[in-house]
């Protein structure tokens, strides 16, 4: 680990005092070093819109909305290449929220969000996606079957 001497104005420390202090951090670096982490995230979506990643999708819709709940289920098995989980709870009786975990090229998960949160229902909505770098192995395994089957593996590069 580098230590690194920085130099910053009063009130601005004391504003980032303050966050660090709401977000329940108990020192300055690890809110410096995940300032710094997002930053270069965001960097690298900007640098590499072609990219590979991880995303969570987050998003409140009204339950009652007629068929929407059956066309979120259809966009999602639509995509079964991207979803690699999906969290439903309900809120009230009309309305849900859905979590779903998300893998694959970046532009391909912002085309899936964007039709789900396009849909007319959905009120609340938000996409966070973490850059990666996707590696996929094929090989055999002695199992006597005799095909090849692929792994995905997804490095998360910062």
């Given at each position: 680990?580098?230590?690194?001497?920085?130099?910053?104005?009063?009130d601005?420390?004391?504003?980032?005092?303050?966050f660090l202090?709401?977000?329940?951090?108990?020192?300055r670096?690890?809110?410096?070093?995940?300032?710094?982490?997002e930053?270069?995230q965001?960097?690298?979506?900007?640098?590499?819109?072609n990219?590979?990643?991880?995303?969570?999708?987050?998003?409140?819709y009204?339950?009652?909305?007629?068929?929407?709940a059956?066309?979120l289920?259809?966009?999602?098995?639509?995509?079964h290449?991207?979803?690699?989980?999906?969290?439903?709870?309900?809120?009230?009786?009309?309305?849900c929220?859905?979590?779903?975990?998300?893998?694959?090229?970046?532009?391909?998960?912002?085309?899936f969000?964007?039709?789900?949160?396009?849909?007319?229902g959905?009120?609340?909505?938000?996409?966070?996606?973490?850059?990666g770098?996707?590696?996929?192995?094929s090989h055999h395994?002695?199992?006597?079957?005799g095909?090849a089957?692929?792994?995905?593996h997804?490095?998360?590069?910062t």
């Amino acid at each position: 680990m580098t230590r690194v001497t920085v130099s910053i104005e009063d009130d601005l420390m004391s504003a980032f005092d303050e966050f660090l202090d709401g977000r329940g951090y108990t020192n300055r670096s690890e809110g410096f070093r995940d300032l710094i982490r997002e930053k270069l995230q965001q960097e690298q979506l900007a640098e590499d819109p072609n990219g590979s990643g991880i995303a969570v999708l987050n998003y409140v819709y009204d339950h009652e909305e007629r068929m929407l709940a059956s066309r979120l289920m259809s966009a999602q098995h639509e995509h079964h290449d991207l979803t690699v989980s999906t969290v439903h709870f309900h809120i009230d009786h009309d309305t849900c929220l859905e979590i779903v975990t998300l893998k694959g090229k970046l532009s391909d998960i912002r085309k899936f969000a964007d039709q789900i949160l396009a849909q007319p229902g959905v009120r609340h909505g938000q996409l966070y996606t973490v850059p990666g770098e996707l590696h996929v192995e094929s090989h055999h395994h002695g199992d006597g079957h005799g095909h090849a089957h692929r792994h995905e593996h997804l490095k998360i590069t910062t």
